[in-house]
């Protein structure tokens, strides 16, 4: 009976490892494939301004079941790009005996953020004496919520006037190598 | 005695399953919520402010975008047991991020407009570049995690992703089709400016439109 009961274990056990296996398989397959997703997109906006901006990113994490706390101090370079959809420039009218023009430009529009990843640093990262080092994966979180506050704080600036400044700056001197002499531009309302 | 105890049980049971359910249907007043004091609590991060650094005129044209999604991988062995045994660690990164293409018309002059008569016109664009490469923050994912794998190092695989982003999109001629659609773009606003035959040409890679 025991010797049946053993060879039952065995075989239990077996299964079970090869399941495991099998399951790393798929598990590797699918995360060795070259791509997931890949997509080109046509673009047309001209970018006008770029802000550059510092931030601090301070992290503390304490629980009611540990013993001492863990802070983490990080900081980062964040780049912002704006514009105008060149596509959607508009002439309103034009002279060419008079060599005058005028021209309707959209809204400006952020056109990217960019947090590069080389450009994180972590400053100070304090530990108790009973707690373990933030993780990979925790660390991973905190830049991930400092990039949403960034996301938030860039709206509050004055980003697209500058951008719609610096692009009827740069066609008005554009367009005049085109042999305009006078050169008028607004924006969309 | 024995039925005392047994009422005392059940009376508890009851008060543990309704009090779970009052949880559970979120109905609970907030001094109440255990969850506040004994839960787990997310990571946050304090306010900070955002420092403008620097703010800098453009004049770039974005004219194509190349998207991908893939994984990284990196494999270290350690070491354990004075050497007796070795392990392979490895450390996977699912990146995604956006490779954006266009021309850089600050290296655009005058002299490269010609009017040739009052229908014809000529200019020379620069030819088109990679303008930026994004892979923000949320663009990252670490899948697998074996061993110890420092900051520095999980850095450093991320920066290869944006290596390996650019080095996809120069293989799918993202660069090709970014000079294409400059001169599509260029085209149709020179044309508005009233010129019926305009002549495109990218600059060291000359490629001509007549139209």
Not at chain 2, 49 to 67: D, G, K, R
Not at chain 2, 129 to 135: G, K, N, S, Y
Request: charged fraction near 30%; glycine fraction near 4%.
């Amino acid at each position: 009976m025991k010797k049946i009961f053993l060879l039952f274990m065995l075989f239990s056990v077996s299964v079970f490892f090869q399941a495991c296996n099998k399951i790393d398989e798929v598990l590797n397959e699918d995360i060795n494939q070259s791509k997931i997703d890949e997509r080109m997109k046509n673009l047309s906006t001209l970018g006008t301004v770029e802000y550059s901006f510092t931030k601090t990113i301070k992290s503390s994490d304490e629980q009611f079941y540990t013993i001492g706390m863990r802070q983490i101090l990080m900081s980062c370079k964040a780049y912002v790009k704006a514009g105008v959809n060149f596509e959607k420039i508009t002439i309103s009218k034009i002279d060419k005996q008079n060599k005058s023009i005028e021209l309707l430009l959209p809204k400006a529009e952020i056109i990217l953020l960019n947090i590069p990843a080389e450009e994180i640093k972590i400053e100070i990262e304090t530990t108790g004496a009973l707690r373990s080092k933030f993780s990979n994966d925790e660390i991973q979180k905190v830049q991930v919520l400092a990039e949403k506050d960034i996301k938030k704080k860039v709206n509050d600036l004055d980003i697209l006037n500058k951008a719609e400044s610096n692009a009827s700056m740069f066609l008005d001197k554009w367009i005049r190598s085109f042999g305009f002499n006078s050169v008028k531009i607004s924006f969309k309302k | 005695m024995y039925k005392l105890i047994i009422r005392l049980g059940i009376t508890f049971l009851i008060l543990i399953i309704g009090f779970f359910t009052l949880v559970k249907m979120n109905i609970l007043p907030e001094f109440l919520n255990f969850s506040k004091y004994f839960g787990k609590k997310e990571i946050t991060i304090e306010p900070t402010a955002l420092i403008v650094e620097n703010v800098a005129p453009l004049a770039q044209l974005f004219t194509s975008t190349y998207y991908s999604e893939f994984p990284i991988s990196e494999t270290k062995k350690t070491e354990a047991l004075f050497g007796l045994t070795t392990s392979n660690n490895e450390l996977i990164i699912i990146a995604k991020g956006n490779c954006y293409a266009g021309t850089d018309l600050s290296k655009f002059s005058k002299d490269d407009v010609q009017i040739i008569d009052s229908a014809t016109c000529s200019i020379k664009l620069p030819a088109s570049e990679f303008l930026d490469v994004v892979m923000n923050p949320t663009d990252f994912e670490i899948y697998k995690e074996d061993g110890e794998w420092s900051a520095e190092e999980v850095k450093k695989l991320k920066e290869k992703a944006k290596y390996l982003i650019q080095e996809k999109a120069i293989k799918e001629d993202v660069l090709k089709k970014a000079d294409l659609r400059s001169i599509q773009l260029f085209t149709d606003l020179i044309k508005s400016l009233g010129y019926k035959n305009v002549i495109v040409e990218i600059k060291n890679n000359v490629k001509t439109i007549n139209t």
